[in-house]
């Protein structure tokens, strides 16, 4: 995996995302959640508020400053549903599917594995919190150093679930392309 290919630089006036809740739970935890600022728009579904709030209420608040207001999907996919259902994705990842299938241009931020296979048998732009974090050094938000601080917490402060071999891979990955 390469650092390159996370995220393209993308200009905060035509950025769109569609979130899961995940992301946006791991990143308050990190109290990170303002990275997402940068998105020119965050759609979030009334399910992944609802999750949200069950989880993380005081993120919610956070999220308002720079989210739109709720955005109910109104596409029922019959085979995006049948994918959701054989993933056994709960409301809040089918709500956010949902939307993608209604706002394609745009890209979904989840950190559930199940909901990511779903999304790119789709053909969606999918991306999770990591994703975000490492964006942020290539958008000036943060840097390279900061970053991996935050990396290094993610199994102590935060509910993402990630194989510590993996984390220890980005790391190491953003310590070459950032020389440090």
Known sequence: MTLNGVFAVVNKATAKVICDAGPIIHLDELESVHLLSDFREVLVGPHV???IAQFRPLALAKIDQFSSSPVVASSQDPVLLSLCKVFALDAGEVEALLLMKQF?????LTDDAAARVVAER???RVHGSIGILIRAIRRGQLKAHHVLELLDQVPDRSTLFIRRSLLDHIKESIRKEYGL
């Open 122 to 124: 789709m053909g969606f």
């Open 49 to 51: 508020r609802a999750e």
């Open 104 to 108: 394609p241009a745009n890209m979904l």
